[in-house]
Antibody, heavy 121, light 110 residues
Framework: EVQLVESGGGFVQPGGSLRLSCAAS????????MNWVRQAPGKGLEWVSY????????YYADSVKGRFTISRDNAKNSLYLQMNSLRDGDTAVYYC??????????????WGQGTLVTVSS | QSALTQPASVSGSPGQSITISCTGT?????????VSWYQQHPGKAPKLMIY???KRPSGVSNRFSGSKSGNTASLTISGLQTEDESDYYC??????????FGTGTRVTVL
């Protein structure tokens, strides 16, 4: 069974940093690209970042570019999101997500339970 | 990376059909056959309902169907049931491994 479990969320002041983790199990982690998607309280979904299976290709939403860094450790079956220079607008539940096993790979089928990041002074 | 436009709310009676629209641009929805739709109940992670414009993942009811014309994608729920009451989001691939979500639609079953 595919499982994605996020951790690392919490309360941080504006300008601070936080590192999120996503532990993957139940599939060959190194064979799939991964994404981070976030949702501010009471708001819609927002795609945050993409990383290819080998980490060779990485993309970010404009709203986080230059502040967030996505990475992965295939040996540890783990995905990360280093978040620096945090702003109030980064307050959200952060989900890691993976595509279907039999598609072109441009959708989010498996989701974690999410981890809440609260940025406030 | 502007959000795709969805109606804020759509409602229908049990057994009826409803359609949720999702309007993007020629750079996202209109360029790729890669629109997906998600159902999200309060406090839960989203659930994939439709991918690649009109395909259903295994286990998703055939009451859910997707289509697209030009820059507008649509999700139709037929035979509306009380458990369909939820938030729905569209999402489109926007090139270079980036994605854009819709603004979200609250579906109410009257």
């Amino acid at each position: 069974e595919v499982q994605l479990v996020e951790s690392g969320g919490g309360f941080v002041q504006p300008g601070g940093s936080l590192r999120l983790s996503c532990a993957a199990s139940g599939f060959t982690f190194s064979s799939y690209s991964m994404n981070w998607v976030r949702q501010a309280p009471g708001k819609g979904l927002e795609w945050v970042s993409y990383i290819s299976d080998s980490s060779s290709t990485i993309y970010y939403a404009d709203s986080v570019k230059g502040r967030f860094t996505i990475s992965r450790d295939n040996a540890k079956n783990s995905l990360y999101l280093q978040m620096n220079s945090l702003r109030d607008g980064d307050t959200a539940v952060y989900y890691c997500a993976r595509e279907l096993p039999y598609s072109y790979g441009y959708e989010f089928y498996y989701w974690g339970q999410g981890t809440l990041v609260t940025v406030s002074s | 990376q502007s959000a795709l436009t969805q109606p804020a709310s759509v409602s229908g009676s049990p057994g009826q059909s409803i359609t949720i629209s999702c309007t993007g641009t020629s750079s996202d929805v209109g360029s790729y056959n890669l629109v997906s739709w998600y159902q999200q109940h309060p406090g839960k992670a989203p659930k994939l309902m439709i991918y690649e414009d009109s395909k259903r993942p295994s286990g998703v009811s055939n009451r859910f169907s997707g289509s697209k014309s030009g820059n507008t994608a649509s999700l139709t729920i037929s035979g509306l049931q009380t458990e369909d009451e939820s938030d729905y989001y569209c999402c489109s691939y926007a090139g270079t491994n980036t994605f854009v979500f819709g603004t979200g639609t609250r579906v109410t079953v009257l």
